[in-house]
């Protein structure tokens, strides 16, 4: 059982896409798994033929087996009648050493470094700067690279010393889990790595039986050789994005040359973009003939990763996993405008300029302790209210939307939040965020009063339930209590909730006391 998040303990068997002895291919979609959170396909890791262990709604603990893959139909038989695998299956090469513990090298002085995983989102990190040279000897605790994940950029201090070798390179985005380099104890090991061959205490294996990180010994199969796709020009090792990239295009991946894994064999994504790029591939070419016959035309590829690629994923799942309603009130600005002025004019005292957001951020911590359902986090399985409120406030960036989040709001100042905001939205948008400045958010607000927006409907933060939103102030004829018209400041608050949670009772009163804090500013100092 494979686990999807870090707090992930166990996961319950949705659905087996492949049937019991069935010949599956490496890469196929073969299981569908539930977390606490959400539904995941699980792809072979392997080739051959499935012998299904957990049954379909069974919970399985994170480590436990689900299944046992064959690699022969005589092997899958032996499996089934509950004999030992015939003989003949074994793999020629030595076999693969067992997983070592955690912390342990891959072999004998060589250790594989990670994509390392910052925030329990992270997926897949962006490598922006190698700071050690490829064979350079590092030391424990050295800063050797920088890498951005979907919020920051952050250095990475290896926790070995010895000989480094760059696998990932400068620019390329790489899984979390998934190797960036490697560390040998000695200089005799570097060479040997480099050069292609194993490292000292390690037996030779075939590329072919590999691990499909491209390890220069595999101990992520444990004993179960990863299957390379087969092409009609013989066995090629490629990564699962490079295998996903061929097939759309319509190549043989056995006409890209390869640069990935340690000894530089193993086919990654960039190598089948090299080879599009080239033009040796007459298919690419004709399935643009848009670019061939108008000279006029451009086209820009924007690779859609880091910031711009998360957003885009977890506002898909957002909406994917809750029941997102929005509701819109129309509130009386005036008075509210008018105490912000009053500020602005002590603002040499108060040692700050408050802004109409740092209001409305004060505003949302008095509402949300009176309303829990609205500050609190949902898994899917249990509600988890909060006593004090977290406000995740939003501010954009030319990256994308960056959310960091303003720690018991309800307990601070109009001044302390202003700081604590200006603080945090300076340091979101140069990526200098810590993890925990981004996490733990109970609500969201979102104020788009600057742009020509009166109504929007905002998307929620999981495992939020709701977030907060705040269109422009706008100059209109009102009809007064006393029956006369005058010109007022309206605004309108739009709340998106989840209405697994919230119903619309619950929203009308929060909206009501908004809207009594909006149009009775001195509450929100009271």
Known sequence: MPRAGLTMVEGTISTWKAAEGARVEKGDVIMEYENEKN???????????????????????????????????????????????????????????????????????????????????????????????????????QAVMEYENEKNSIAYEIVHGGFLHIVAKEGETVKVGDPIAYVTQTKEQYDRLVSGGTPAA?????????????????????????????????????????????????????????????????????????????????????????????????????????????????????MQQTAQCTCVCEVDATELLHLREKLVGDQEILGCKITVNDLLCKMLGKVLTKHPYANATFDGKTLYTHKHVHLSVAVGAEDGLMVPVVKNVDLLSVTEISGKIRDLAARAKTKSLRPDEQSGGTCTITNVGMFPIDIGTPVINPPQTAICGFGRTVLRPVILPDGSVGARSMMNVFLTFDHQILDGLEVGRILKDIQCYIEHPELILA
């Open 39 to 141: 539904v995941i396909e699980y792809e072979a890791l392997a080739s051959g033929f499935l012998h299904i262990l957990a049954p379909e709604g069974e919970t399985v603990k994170v480590g436990d087996p689900i299944g046992v893959m064959a690699e022969t139909q005589a092997e899958y038989d032996a499996i089934v009648k509950g004999g030992a695998a015939p003989a003949a299956s074994a793999p020629a090469a030595a076999p693969a050493a067992p997983a070592p513990a955690a912390g342990a090298a891959p072999a004998a002085g060589v250790v594989e470094i990670e994509m390392p995983r910052a925030g329990l989102t992270m997926v897949e990190g962006t490598i922006t700067e190698w700071k050690a040279a490829e064979g350079e000897q590092v030391a424990k605790g």
């Open 202 to 318: 390690a037996a030779p294996a075939e590329e072919e039986k590999g691990c499909a990180r491209g390890c220069p010994t595999c101990v992520h199969t444990a004993g179960a050789p990863a299957s390379a796709p087969v092409t009609a020009k013989g066995r090629v090792s490629a990564s699962g994005l490079a295998k996903k990239l061929a097939r759309e295009a319509g190549i043989d991946l056995a006409d890209v040359t390869p640069s990935g894994g340690p000894s530089g064999t193993r086919i990654v994504a960039k190598d089948v973009e090299a080879y599009l790029k080239s033009g040796k591939n007459a298919q690419s070419a004709a399935a643009a003939p848009a670019a061939a016959v108008s000279a006029e035309d451009e086209i820009t590829e924007i690779p859609w990763v880091g910031v711009r690629k998360t957003i885009a994923r977890n506002m898909f799942n957002s």
